[in-house]
T-cell receptor
């Protein structure tokens, strides 16, 4: 099945900094999502982005399906951005969604 | 408001006492699934359902049961819970059958089995 790898595993930044999180996948995907798990454990949908680029406020994401990666950009980080960011991917209709191990982001005030 | 709800949010129980975690979605989604999340192991799928009366095992189905009698509900049943089922559980749903749609997650249920 498809493999999903995220980097870096951990990231510590000062408030106001920008960051780029990466998700590599081993095969073509028809489903690629980014989630934020906040310190209370809730999984928040950020982007559904099997291809192309999307933006939502300070966050944006780009998936280059032909090169098998997706990037999540966070600009002007805030302490509320802290948590774990997951990407999840699937190839086909009947496949399971595979989650990466996540990037733990800690924004210092 | 479109959402996936789970109840209870927190539960502490004892070994062997049957329990049910409910999951409901109000988005008319066809696909629903259950995950558990454990430190170092990430999110693992327990069971999923493509539609009413259709359920299939995920990666870690042992010790769990599910049913899908109605489109909106997908309860997770632990017939005889054991301490190794202590975990954070998530229900998820998607409009399209299968995995080709955006997944929406419930708020999570933190279960402790003593």
């Amino acid at each position: 099945g498809i493999q999903v790898e995220q980097s870096p595993p951990d990231l510590i930044l000062q408030e106001g900094a920008n960051s780029t999180l990466r998700c590599n996948f081993s095969d073509s995907v028809n489903n690629l999502q980014w989630f934020h798990q906040n310190p209370w454990g809730q999984l928040i949908n950020l982007f559904y982005i099997p291809s192309g680029t999307k933006q939502n406020g300070r966050l944006s994401a780009t998936t280059v399906a032909t090169e098998r990666y997706s990037l999540l950009y966070i600009s002007s980080s805030q302490t509320t951005d802290s948590g774990v960011y997951f990407c999840a991917a699937a190839m086909n209709r009947d496949d399971k969604i595979i989650f990466g191990k996540g990037t733990r982001l800690h924004i210092l005030p | 408001e479109a959402q996936v709800t789970q109840n209870p949010r927190y539960l502490i129980t004892v070994t062997g006492k049957k329990l049910t975690v409910t999951c409901s979605q109000n988005m008319n989604h066809e696909y629903m699934s259950w995950y558990r999340q454990d430190p170092g192991l990430g999110l693992r799928q327990i069971y999923y359902s493509m539609n009413v009366e259709v359920t299939d095992k995920g990666d870690v189905p042992e010790g769990y049961k599910v049913s899908r009698k109605e489109k909106r509900n997908f309860p997770l049943i632990l017939e005889s819970p054991s301490p190794n089922q202590t975990s954070l559980y998530f229900c998820a749903s998607s409009f399209l059958a299968g995995v080709l749609g955006e997944q929406y997650f419930g708020p999570g249920t933190r279960l402790t089995v003593t």
